[in-house]
């Protein structure tokens, strides 16, 4: 009787699992998604007319490996500091300090692999890795933002000793 009984209960179950398609999310639950198809969802502004926007989910290109149908739990949303309504994916908040001292935390780093994947993804795209920015971060925080922004992620300010490089006196790039 149990058998029978857990049968029906595996079926009614499967009957009610549908795939996630980000058009069809709730805004809502769209940041950080990820669809049955194993692509990201993004949030992104809509503008219907002239001073009226409102939020859209689309399917984006980045698939993430290994994962699919998940949706982004509230407490990774909070460990990680991060916002349901965030716009897009970028890696400008990886310079950001207080950000990175939430990704790397152990309620973060440790818990929320969804979250990381995405971020660790985006650090190798500037040319860091980063389980070495957090380790850096961790043990010494404003050496991590250097050794982030050294990298090449964030160009900063051209100077020179003897003034400005004009066209003419700029190096030929092979």
């Not at 049955?36 to 949030?43: A, D, E, I, M, T």
């Not at 502004?45 to 939020?55: A, L, P, S, T």
């Not at 939430?102 to 818990?111: A, E, I, V």
């Amino acid at each position: 009787m149990a058998f029978i009984l857990f049968l029906f209960l595996s079926f009614l179950l499967h009957g009610a699992h549908s795939e996630i398609i980000c058009e069809e999310l709730p805004i809502g639950l769209c940041t950080l998604s990820i669809a049955s198809s194993g692509k990201r969802c993004l949030l992104e502004n809509n503008v219907k007319d002239i001073g009226n926007m409102e939020y859209q989910c689309k399917t984006s290109e980045i698939i993430v490996k290994d994962m699919n149908e998940w949706i982004e739990s509230d407490e990774c949303f909070n460990a990680c500091g991060l916002h349901r309504k965030t716009v897009g994916i970028s890696s400008d908040s990886l310079i950001e300090p207080h950000f990175i001292a939430r990704l790397c935390s152990d309620s973060c780093y440790k818990n929320c692999p969804n979250i990381v994947d995405l971020y660790h993804n985006l650090a190798i795209g500037e040319g860091v890795f980063l389980a070495n920015l957090c380790e850096v971060h961790n043990k010494m925080p404003r050496r991590a933002m250097m050794q982030f922004l050294s990298s090449g992620a964030a160009p900063g300010p051209v100077s020179s000793a003897d003034g400005p490089i004009s066209m003419a006196e700029a190096p030929a790039s092979i």
